[in-house]
């Protein structure tokens, strides 16, 4: 079975604190993604990869970035954390669209 | 872009009844996706609809693709209380990104 990780499953920050969320996949995975998940809100994509070194915005990137060194890792950023970050960041992976997404356990980050 | 609707948003149901939850979307897509998440969990992938008229069933759940009307449903058959969780759908059009819709949170009552 595919694997994703998350590092963090809590994480409570401080406002402005630079704040790094890692994921890593084992699965040789062409494409990667970031979604924060909210009530009410659903899930909305942050930032996705298709490959080593290429990033897209998705729904909401303000505020964040990404990195992929790596194709088994892809590391969200929160450049300057505010309360208004506080959500379930889930990390997921996927080989093409046929086959879904696999998610990670996600991370519940609380900025104070 | 693509946008997605479920409904219900809240459903509750008793033992032994039948349900179906509703997953409309905007545009052209030919894929369809169920995921399950409990609470305080990840999502955990049900079913993958690759094409019009696809139907997939898993133990108490069916779910079926109408590319045509652009809608998914998911069926639920004689509920018991371990299907109590959020289900949400997501469509994708060409390329790899997923759209979801908000999620139905499924109770199943004794």
């Known amino acids: 079975d595919v694997k994703v990780t998350q590092s963090s499953r809590y994480l409570v920050k401080r406002t402005g604190e630079k704040v790094f969320l890692e994921c890593v996949q084992d699965?040789?995975?062409?494409?990667m993604f970031w979604y924060r998940q909210d009530p009410g809100l659903g899930l909305r994509l942050i930032y996705f990869?298709?490959?080593?070194?290429?990033?897209e915005k998705g729904d909401i990137p303000e505020g964040y970035s990404v990195s992929r060194e790596k194709k088994e890792r892809f590391s969200l950023i929160l450049e300057s954390a505010s309360t208004n970050q506080t959500s379930m960041y889930l990390c997921?992976?996927?080989?093409?669209?046929?086959?879904?997404?696999?998610f990670g356990s996600g991370t519940r980050l609380t900025v104070v | 872009e693509l946008k997605v609707e479920q409904n219900p948003l809240f459903l509750s149901m008793q033992e032994g009844k039948n349900y179906t939850i509703y997953c409309n979307y905007s545009?052209?897509?030919?894929?369809l996706y169920w995921y399950r998440q409990d609470p305080g969990k990840s999502l955990e992938s049900l079913f993958v609809?690759?094409?019009?008229?696809a139907v997939k069933q898993e133990g108490r759940l069916m779910a079926s693709l109408d590319t045509k009307a652009r809608l998914s449903t998911l069926h639920i058959t004689a509920a018991v209380h371990d299907l109590s969780a959020t289900y949400f759908c997501?469509?994708?059009?060409?390329?790899?990104?997923?759209?979801f819709g908000t999620g139905t949170s499924l109770t199943v009552i004794p």
């Open positions: 997921a992976s996927s080989l093409w669209s046929n086959y879904g997404y696999t």
């Open positions: 699965m040789d995975h062409e494409n």
């Open positions: 990869s298709y490959d080593v070194k290429m990033k």
């Open positions: 545009t052209t897509s030919d894929r």
């Open positions: 609809l690759l094409s019009n008229g």
């Open positions: 997501a469509a994708s059009n060409t390329g790899n990104q997923f759209y």
